[in-house]
């Protein structure tokens, strides 16, 4: 296996001097994370075998959450979540938010079964504006700007009739521009999650002198994007100046898009690996600090092929920047987690092997079996311990910050596929760099 550089010496010093508070580069107790072998195919032979033994070590972790749930000086508390004003804001009782990463709305109604999550908060030491020290790696927040192309998520349980005023609040105060969706309304005759978004006629009172109104709803099927995937856009409006029909764009009004993503089925896995990286590269990279596509050197900003058959519509044209996306499904902890998952996989892999702090490698290592070679773009062809396997760690750190997040050994799975997948597209899109 190649090594990380483990200081600012992967990076130019102009590269350095555009970044700002970034003064290095380090990554905690490891040199070398990787994709194994076997992520070509997790879903058969010594890929099933090896998947399924890391997924029952990553179960094990519940237990020790669970014996601290209610134990108030512990970090996976959930006792918050049980009180008596709270319990009726939680879709299922059994899946609630650490009291150390849930989110907290402003005021004294502040609970919210969503939960504040960093994917890499395990791998990378976060340098501070004094440099870097083994005092910086709790830190939960990336500097801005970065190098590195990427942004926090929230994760949430589909919203109830009940708590869709405290969604689109959280939205508010969060600075949430992206929201990605993925789960029906109803799946299996049970209802999964509540409405929270208004029709195209009318607009939806939040109750705190804010409004919210549907500006566009475009099927993915017209963008060359997929046919599972509806994109919404929506504008927050304060409800004095939606009365009056002040036009979009007045002082306190602002959009956010949903992508709502319908062929994802619920503990299970979808069918369409490269629409989900689709769906992960243009809804995800709309808040990312840098503008570039996480799978592609973008040809054309506003154009809809990047030169791979993989459209990416509309790059560039409702760019945003910064903000945190809010991904939810109907626990907020199994498609979430894998959507999460992949799209923190990515932007590693972006940096550190299609970045500044690594260069356009071979892709895949030919055979599976023997010694790690020296190159492989992320992936190796030897054997990797659980602690240097790239998606391991990530749904490690994930569960570290929600409970149960990628339930399923299937889904698990599915992100070895996937990350195999958009790594082959990096390579083929020419020497892709920030």
């Not at 650490?98 to 990378?124: H, K």
């Not at 996306?325 to 996989?345: D, K, N, P």
């Not at 240097?388 to 990530?394: G, N, P, R, S």
């Amino acid at each position: 296996m190649s090594s990380f550089p483990q200081s600012s010496k992967g990076l130019s010093e102009s590269a350095l001097s555009q970044q700002g508070q970034w003064s290095q580069w380090r990554l905690r107790n490891r040199s070398a994370i990787h994709l194994p072998f076997f992520a070509r195919d997790p879903f058969s032979g010594v890929g099933a075998q090896i998947t399924s033994q890391r997924f029952t070590k990553l179960l094990a972790l519940d237990s020790s959450y669970k014996r601290n749930a209610k134990n108030q000086n512990s970090e996976f508390c959930v006792l918050e979540a049980l009180e008596s004003k709270n319990l009726g804001k939680n879709r299922y009782f059994d899946v609630l938010p650490f009291a150390s990463t849930r989110v907290r709305l402003q005021g004294s109604e502040d609970y919210m079964n969503a939960s504040n999550i960093n994917p890499l908060r395990n791998l990378l030491l976060l340098p501070s504006s004094g440099g870097v020290s083994d005092s910086d790696s709790d830190s939960d927040s990336f500097p801005s700007p970065s190098p590195f192309p990427f942004t926090s998520f929230i994760a949430t349980q589909g919203p109830l009739a009940g708590t869709t005023s405290d969604f689109w609040r959280m939205v508010r105060e969060q600075d949430v521009r992206t929201i990605v969706m993925l789960t029906k309304e109803e799946e299996g005759g049970r209802k999964k999650c509540h409405r929270y978004w208004p029709s195209s006629s009318s607009k939806m009172d939040l109750g705190d002198g804010c409004a919210v109104c549907l500006v566009e709803e475009v099927p993915f099927s017209q963008s060359k994007i997929g046919g599972g995937v509806i994109r919404r856009t929506f504008e927050i409006l304060r409800v004095n100046e939606a009365d009056r029909g002040q036009a979009q764009g007045e002082q306190g009004n602002f959009q956010v898009v949903q992508y709502h993503y319908l062929s994802w089925p619920d503990h299970g896995v979808p069918e369409d690996v490269d629409e989900i990286l689709r769906l992960v590269d243009e809804g995800v990279s709309r808040s990312l600090s840098s503008s570039r596509s996480l799978l592609f050197n973008s040809r054309e900003e506003n154009g809809q092929d990047d030169g791979e058959g993989l459209a990416v519509p509309g790059r560039g044209k409702d760019r945003t920047e910064g903000g945190k996306v809010i991904v939810h499904c109907s626990a907020g902890i199994g498609r979430t987690g894998a959507f999460v998952t992949v799209a923190a996989a990515l932007a590693y892999l972006r940096v550190f092997f299609y970045g500044p702090l690594g260069g356009m490698e071979s892709l895949i290592d030919k055979g599976g079996s023997g010694a790690p070679s020296g190159g492989g773009g992320g992936i190796s062809d030897g054997e990797v311990d659980d602690r240097d396997d790239l998606i391991f760690a990530i749904v490690e750190c994930l569960r570290s910050q929600r409970f149960g997040m990628v339930q399923t050994l299937q889904q698990y799975r599915f992100c070895y596929q996937a990350i195999a997948r958009g790594v082959e597209l990096m390579k083929s899109s020419s020497s892709p760099s920030l």
